[in-house]
Structure formats: C-alpha cells, structure tokens
C-alpha cells in the first residue's frame, strides 16, 4: 500500500512515534530554507538586484533547496492562494518543533526565530495561505 503513496519508504524502528519526529524535522527545514530564500531575495533587492532576476537565478544555484523551484511561480504572481502546505500547519510544526527541542534539551535558536516570523505572518491573516507567502511577509 504505501508504494502506491511514495517512491521513497524509510523505516524508522518499531516505535510510532519515530514518524511523527522525522516528519517535524523535515518540515522545519522546509519552513527554514522558505525564510532564508525569501530573506535573500529581499536583502538582494535591497542592495539594487533586480527581484525577478532573483526569483530566476537564486532557485538554480546549488545552495537552495531543490522545493524552492516548484514555489517561484508562487512567489512571482504573488498568487499563495490553493495551498499545498498551509502556512499555519508549518507554524504548528515549528511550535511543535521547538517545544520538542525544549524538552529534550537540544537548543534550535533558528527553529525558534521562524515560529516567531511564521507566527506573525499567520496573524497577520496568511494563516491558510500556502507557506511560500512568507515571502511577502517582508
């Protein structure tokens, strides 16, 4: 059954509840490459660099995280509506995310700078937006 779902199967062990803390891991680096990419759009217009050549060039350098392609469009028509990944289910994960950190001891300072930055731009009515409108959060 699960082939049919994914191309790619991890097994994490026996307990339920290794899933769940891969899962979280996985989605506060999603929402943490979303900030750094939005960040250095913005900081590159800033400094004079034209935005749309940003949204072309920066998703093909090899530092960006490969998921960040797929969100240009988003970004360029600054159309965020028909969410794949809700903006307020990212918040929850990083929430998620830095409590986790919390009690296990195990600082995650960035982790805990985008709940806050995610936090905002969800009361600020982005909340079921897809994620990628953080990056008109600026």
């Known amino acids: 059954m699960l082939d049919t779902y994914s191309s ?3 097994h994490l062990g026996e307990a ?4 769940a803390a891969y899962k979280i891991l996985i989605n506060g680096m999603l929402a943490e490459s979303m900030l750094v990419f939005s960040e ?3 900081l590159g217009v800033a400094m004079g660099l034209d ?5 072309e060039a920066l998703p093909k350098a090899p530092v960006i995280a490969p998921f960040v392609a797929s969100k ?3 970004m360029q028509s600054e159309d965020y509506t028909d969410a794949s990944f809700p ?3 990212v918040h ?3 929430n998620l995310l830095v409590e986790t950190a919390y009690t296990t001891g ?5 982790a805990a700078v985008a709940r806050e930055i995610y936090g905002r731009a969800r009361q600020s009515g982005r909340g079921r937006k897809d994620f990628s409108a953080i990056h008109a959060a600026g």
């Open 87 to 89: 903006l307020e289910l």
């Open 106 to 110: 195990q600082p995650l300072p960035l």
């Open 8 to 10: 790619v199967i991890l």
């Open 40 to 42: 250095a759009v913005r």
């Open 92 to 94: 929850k994960d990083l």
């Open 72 to 74: 240009v469009a988003r």
């Open 51 to 55: 935005r749309g050549f940003l949204l």
């Open 16 to 19: 339920y509840d290794r899933g």
